[in-house]
């Protein structure tokens, strides 16, 4: 089965230093892989996806990502931390299986918390 | 603001009642998506509409139904509800066809079942 896996429950950075928040993979067939954030009372809002490509892929807020298939991760990145990336992040792929590739739901992980502080 | 509205934003509603939640999609989108999301289980997918029609199940309760009308505006309705439906529900949307595309996200609503 599709299915993305966030190894840490929280993350903590000093604002301007960079952070990382880990997500890995597993999926049958090429990936779709998504970064969503949250921020308290608010949906997700769409960060960056990869499809195929570069591998690091640049979005929203200054954020990036790194694919690495041989190590099937996809951890989200951003070179100094502000205050204001507090939230919650969620890694997502989309499944495949649904109908035979064609557009499925998004499989999330089960969400990171970041805290940045001043 | 993702395009996509959700109303009501809160409710507060009985054990035993039934509720239905609205969602509207961003313009042009075709696929409606609905999820849970509370603290112990996280975002789980519940169930998703294309153009009217069902198109994936996931977790979704036998108690729980939703629809999508003509005008692609979908409902998802709860009944005989239970305390542990409270939780915030979202609808997202998305261009249906195209794997590589991100799908945008309501503000929720959060049901509180007393």
């Known amino acids: 089965a599709q299915s993305v896996a966030q190894p840490e429950d929280q993350v903590n950075v000093a604002e301007g230093n960079p952070l990382t928040v880990k997500c890995t993979y597993s999926?049958?067939?090429?990936?779709?892989l998504f970064w969503y954030v949250q921020y308290p009372n608010r949906g997700l809002q769409f960060l960056l996806k990869?499809?195929?490509?570069?591998?690091l892929v640049k979005g929203s807020y200054g954020f990036e990502a790194e694919f690495n298939k041989s190590q099937t991760s996809f951890h989200l990145k951003k070179p100094s931390a502000l205050v204001s990336d507090s939230a919650l992040y969620f890694c997502?792929?989309?499944?495949?299986?649904?109908?035979?590739?064609?557009?499925?739901?998004?499989?999330f992980g089960k969400g990171t918390k970041l805290s940045v502080k001043p | 603001d993702s395009g996509v509205t959700q109303t009501p934003k809160h409710l507060i509603t009985a054990t035993g009642q039934r509720v239905t939640l609205r969602c509207s999609p961003r313009?042009?989108?075709?696929?409606v998506y609905w999820y849970q999301q509370s603290l112990d289980q996280g975002l789980q997918f519940l169930i998703q509409y294309y153009n009217g029609e069902e198109r994936a199940k996931g977790n979704i309760l036998e108690r729980f139904s939703a629809q999508q009308f003509p005008d692609l505006h979908s409902e998802l309705n709860l009944s005989s509800l239970e305390l542990g439906d409270s939780a915030l529900y979202f609808c997202?949307?998305?261009?249906?066809?195209?794997?590589?595309?991100?799908?945008?996200f309501g503000q929720g609503t959060r049901l509180t079942v007393v």
């Open positions: 999926v049958s067939g090429n990936p779709y």
């Open positions: 990869y499809i195929t490509g570069d591998n």
């Open positions: 313009s042009g989108d075709l696929s």
């Open positions: 997502a792929v989309r499944d495949s299986l649904n109908y035979g590739g064609s557009q499925g739901n998004l499989i």
């Open positions: 997202a949307s998305s261009i249906e066809g195209f794997m590589n595309t991100e799908a945008f």
